[in-house]
């Protein structure tokens, strides 16, 4: 198997069939919180064993702001009908050989615009929160 590691930057976001750009994507994760079981009777151990998996989460997503255009990570509170879908494209910029990440039960939870500072030069950002419920991990 030739796997090679995979760059950060090379990633796409879609939702359905349309894509949409971001700067920056975190909040990522699946977790695990263990359970500690003392028995009775032998007081000098405890076991530790795994608990549940927990899938959910935020995703947080950042973009340049763009005057006019439609977008649906605006609407706050609604829920989205279809997956999302975060793709690691491979380092000769394809998919295939990458890592696709894809996102289900979203809830857009916040949408924030950034700092404004008529002394600097920079670019309008938007950022948005997304709920989750269940994320799923997989190869091209």
């Known amino acids: 198997m030739d796997s090679h590691p995979l760059l950060s930057y ?10 949409f750009g971001f ?6 994760k699946r977790t695990s919180e263990p359970v500690t079981y003392q028995e009775g009777g032998l007081n000098d151990r405890v ?4 608990g549940p998996v927990k899938s ?9 702001a763009y005057a006019g255009e439609y977008f649906p990570f605006y609407f706050v ?11 690691i494209w491979n380092n000769a910029n394809s998919q295939i050989g990458g890592k696709v990440y894809t996102f289900v039960g979203l809830v857009i939870k916040a949408f924030e615009v950034g700092e404004m500072d008529a002394l600097q030069n920079t ?4 950022r ?6 269940y ?4 190869k091209d």
């Open 10 to 19: 090379n990633f796409h976001v879609f939702l359905d069939k349309a894509e």
């Open 23 to 28: 700067s920056k994507v975190s909040g990522i």
């Open 47 to 50: 076991h530790v064993l795994p």
């Open 56 to 64: 959910s989460g935020t995703l947080h997503l950042e973009r340049g």
């Open 77 to 87: 509170g609604e829920r989205l009908s279809c997956p999302l879908r975060l793709e």
């Open 123 to 126: 670019l309008l950002i938007d």
């Open 128 to 133: 948005f929160d997304i709920d989750y419920e």
């Open 135 to 138: 994320m799923q991990v997989s």
